[in-house]
């Protein structure tokens, strides 16, 4: 998307480390429904930033969606590494008084940054993806059941598994993760309980590079393949890049997350061996915030998406997916026994 760096974007970056506006909007114009008068949306990223074709790019998707819509403009900022809570607040502070609103923060290490602010500027619509702890009248806390799209690839690696083996990598050694992992093994079992399940975390911490490091997550798929893997399935951000391109190089099936991942250009060569991925719809999450402000009657609270609402979910697009009809349908079953209530999905 053509897009022009401005002055008054420039400042209200602050520490980031690169800032767009969207649209044309400014801080005293309205929209047409006389409803919004804010500077547009401000988007600030998670470890790994805008490319990593997975939860980032999806945030970005949802913001491009709501510029392109409700033409309210906006800027979006990459992280830079290493940073401090205190370079994330200072961040969000300079977008809340520049007058953008919402200001999302994309990941749960905004929360303190988040929490500080918005007390700050009770004005401004908030927005944080991944955690639910920070508890304001300004705040939506936007969360999802990644535990339940986890269950449908677990299936999925069971079901297209030949060598009965599967495995499991994740960014960081977390209880958001473990979500991904739970559930993962849950829906494997629920194929068959004799299936052997590789699981691995990258890092502990995300400033190890868990969510950043494509080398890290190649060299984890490299040993689960090696153990006898032949489905592996990542929630690990950017580093799942290495995670795809490792099983596309050995030709074994890796499940991609939180985008559809076989769709992704960056990843277009490794496509024919992208089974499927589970979905979040980080992107929906943004673009709705950014409609509630616009419209006058912001989110607040937790707003958590699952299966049944269309919150996660399980992406079919490639064609050899599609094809094997015993795997699509015991997703599709799996699906339907979890929104109805039939199974419930363990979170650890």
């Known amino acids: 998307m053509a897009v022009a760096v401005s002055v008054i974007a420039l400042a209200a970056v602050g520490c980031g480390e690169s800032s767009k506006d969207a649209g044309t909007s400014d801080a005293s114009s309205s929209s047409a429904s006389g409803k919004y008068s804010g500077k547009g949306i401000g988007l600030a990223y998670d470890i790994g930033g805008k490319g990593d074709q997975s939860f980032n790019d999806a945030a970005y998707a949802g913001y491009e969606q709501a510029n392109k819509e409700f033409k309210m403009g906006g800027t979006d900022i990459e992280p830079q590494d290493g940073e401090s809570d ?39 619509t908030f927005g944080i993806i991944d955690d639910e702890t920070v508890k304001a009248a300004n705040v939506a806390d936007m969360v999802f059941s990644e535990e339940q799209a986890s269950y449908l690839a677990g299936v999925a690696a069971a079901k297209a598994s030949k060598a009965k083996h599967v495995g499991f990598i994740g960014g960081v050694d977390i209880p958001l993760i473990h979500k991904f992992g739970a559930g993962f093994e849950q829906g494997v079992k629920s194929v068959d309980p004799a299936i052997k399940i590789e699981s691995q975390y990258l890092t502990e911490t995300p400033q190890e590079g868990g969510f950043s490091s494509p080398d890290k997550g190649k060299e984890a798929a490299s040993g689960q393949i090696e153990k006898g893997a032949d489905v592996i399935y990542h929630a ?103 929104v109805d209530g039939k199974v419930t999905v363990k979170t650890s």
């Open 236 to 338: 690990a951000g950017l580093s799942g890049q290495g995670v795809i391109s490792e099983a596309a190089s050995k030709k074994v099936w890796a499940i991609g997350v939180d985008s559809d991942q076989y769709n992704q250009s960056a990843l277009a060569k490794y496509k024919d061996y992208i089974l499927g991925s589970a979905l979040k719809n980080v992107g929906g999450a943004v673009y709705e915030l950014a409609k509630s402000v616009h419209e006058g009657k912001p989110l607040n609270g937790t707003v958590r998406g699952t299966l049944k609402t269309g919150g996660v979910g399980f992406a079919d697009s490639n064609p050899k997916y599609k094809a094997m009809t015993d795997v699509v349908a015991a997703v599709d079953k799996a699906k339907q026994d979890i």
């Open 86 to 124: 205190a370079d994330k607040t200072q961040r969000l502070e300079q977008l809340a008084k520049a007058g953008y609103n919402p200001v999302i923060g994309v990941g749960y290490i905004y929360a303190g940054p988040i929490k500080e602010v918005a007390a700050k500027y009770p004005n401004i």
